[in-house]
């Protein structure tokens, strides 16, 4: 029974750490674009020229 263990290559890792870069700074844009689209320091919609 041979023990076989799946050495990636550098570029490969370095791709996956790109990728993986990418993908965290995409979801933190969002949060934040949808933080600041939520509005929290301003009035809400419903009470805008009342």
Known sequence: MDKKTKIDSRGKRI???VLKTI?????LM????????SGL????????EF
């Open 15 to 17: 791709g996956m750490f």
């Open 23 to 27: 993908v965290y700074f995409g979801i």
């Open 30 to 37: 969002a949060l934040i674009y949808l933080y600041e689209y």
């Open 41 to 48: 320091t301003s009035v809400h919609f419903i009470y805008n």
